[in-house]
């Protein structure tokens, strides 16, 4: 059974630049059969899609953060990662890793559990 | 963006109750949808995707139906472990992008 965890940075300041890491356990990681995802949950805006990497290190990010978004893939660690530049308190919400399977990995299977990232100076 | 409007966004029903959620997507998104629920605290869990694939493990009386615009999400037997808020996503196109929610709550 595959499980998925991410770091926990907690509070950030604005105009910094966030950094979350999802480990992943249990097998499925080196396979060419998912994507690898983040989404975030604000409680004003609902579930949120922010990109994907898959295992190969093909990415792509949604085109609304694309300038502000950097996703890397780390497989000696079974690891994937998100950088999110120039934060604004608009960021804050809880923020989740995925897998995805199917034709183009969007079939969101196995999710971590979450954490919250608060934006605040 | 293809932006997906559910219905309603919020219901109360009895245990046993047959419950149906509506979602629309604003252009053809043909089958391409899934569904999940959410639990406070948890993160969604997938439910069906591709429209009316369920889930492994998930039980039998959850079904979707639904193609082009237009789907549903229907509870046939209402259980106590159902009442969450429920989502759907359009996996058409990027960004894939997700429902508003419709809050099970209950009666």
């Known amino acids: 059974q595959v499980q998925l965890q991410e770091s926990a940075p907690g509070l950030v300041k604005p105009s910094e630049t966030l950094s979350l890491t999802c480990s992943v356990s249990?097998?499925?990681?080196?396979?060419?059969?998912?994507?690898w995802s983040w989404i975030r949950q604000h409680p004003w805006k609902g579930l949120e899609w922010l990109g994907y990497?898959?295992?190969?290190?093909?990415?792509f990010p949604n085109p609304s953060l694309e300038r502000r978004l950097t996703l890397s893939i780390d497989t000696s660690k079974n690891q994937f990662s998100l950088k999110l530049t120039s934060l604004t308190p608009a960021d804050t919400a809880v923020y989740y890793c995925?897998?995805?399977?199917?034709?183009?990995?969007?079939?969101?299977?196995?999710w971590g559990q979450g954490t919250l990232v608060t934006v605040s100076s | 963006d293809i932006q997906m409007t559910q219905s309603p966004s919020s219901l109360s029903a009895s245990v046993g109750d047959r419950v149906t959620i509506t979602c629309r997507a604003s252009?053809?998104?043909?089958?391409?949808l899934s569904w999940f629920h959410q639990k406070p605290g948890k993160a969604p869990k997938l439910l069906i995707y591709?429209?009316?694939r369920l889930q492994s493990g998930v039980p039998s009386r959850f079904s979707g139906s639904g193609s082009g615009t237009d789907f549903t999400l229907t509870i046939s037997s209402l259980q106590p472990e159902d009442f969450a808020i429920y989502y759907c996503?359009?996996?058409?196109?990027?960004?894939?992008?997700f429902g508003q929610g419709t809050k099970v709550e209950i009666k």
């Open positions: 995925a897998r995805g399977f199917g034709v183009v990995g969007a079939n969101f299977d196995s």
């Open positions: 249990g097998g499925s990681f080196d396979s060419g059969d998912y994507h």
């Open positions: 990497i898959s295992y190969t290190g093909g990415t």
């Open positions: 252009q053809s998104i043909t089958g391409y």
């Open positions: 591709d429209v009316s």
């Open positions: 996503q359009q996996t058409y196109s990027i960004p894939w992008t």
